[in-house]
């Protein structure tokens, strides 16, 4: 089945220490996004990738960057996390980000920062 | 600037009822509504989505919102619950379009409890 994956489920890191988050799809998906979502919260965009054009939401701090690589790999990586960026972080993809396309979300990766 | 508003927190309702989790919008033309639902530890699944054309949108699992644009409006419901629709559900909108990027915005969630 076509889907949305993120590896690891669980990731455990120490303060300051970087670490990188992944995701894959094989929807071949143009649209690829990653979010924040704290308690139970509403997911919080940090930013998006159309294609290969990187677009970074203008609150979301400098630690967080992105990668992709190719149509189907998108990276998180959080340079130096603090305890606030204790966090589930969801990667979600969608055929365009223009019109009224769902997005399609995988299954997330709860951090620990210790 | 696009607004979503989910104004309960937590909806209760017995096993077997109609339920219903309110969502109202505030965006300028004519929107494209979603909703979603998650379950603990997991990302949000697409349930139903409404474009255009008909007011009454049916999604997955049984689920169906209405549409009201006067009322501006997109009300989940399902006539018969089940213990395991017991999770959060999102609201989501996002602006026609206009161009370039639109992004959606989220409503806070409403947690649904069914209980049996």
């Known amino acids: 089945d076509a889907m949305v994956i993120q590896n690891p489920r669980y990731q455990v890191t120490q303060f300051g220490k970087p670490v990188t988050l992944s995701c894959s799809q094989t929807?071949?998906?143009?649209?690829m996004y990653w979010y924040q979502q704290k308690s139970s919260q509403a997911p919080k965009l940090l930013f998006h990738?159309?294609?290969?054009?990187?677009?970074n939401e203008a609150d979301t701090p400098d630690n967080f960057q992105s990668r992709r690589p190719n149509t189907s790999f998108c990276f998180l990586d959080i340079r130096s996390p603090g305890l606030g960026d204790a966090a589930m972080y969801l990667c979600a993809t969608s055929r365009d980000s223009q019109i009224g396309y769902e997005q399609y979300f995988g299954p997330g990766t709860r951090l620990t920062v210790t | 600037a696009q607004s979503v508003a989910q104004p309960e927190d937590q909806v209760n309702v017995a096993e077997g009822n109609p339920l219903t989790v309110k969502c109202t919008y505030s965006v300028s033309g004519n929107p494209y509504l979603f909703w979603y639902v998650q379950y603990p530890n997991r990302g949000l699944q697409f349930l139903l989505k409404?474009?255009?054309?008909?007011?009454l949108v049916k999604g997955s699992y049984g689920f169906e919102a209405e549409f009201n644009k006067s009322q501006t409006s997109f009300h989940l419901k399902k006539p018969s619950a089940l213990v395991s629709d017991s999770a959060l559900y999102f609201c989501?909108?996002?602006?026609?379009?206009?161009?370039?990027?639109?992004?959606?915005?989220f409503g806070t969630g409403t947690k649904l409890q069914v209980i049996p």
């Open positions: 990738y159309y294609d290969k054009d990187f677009n």
């Open positions: 929807l071949n998906h143009n649209v």
């Open positions: 989501a909108v996002r602006p026609p379009f206009s161009g370039g990027y639109q992004k959606v915005t």
């Open positions: 409404y474009i255009t054309g008909d007011n």
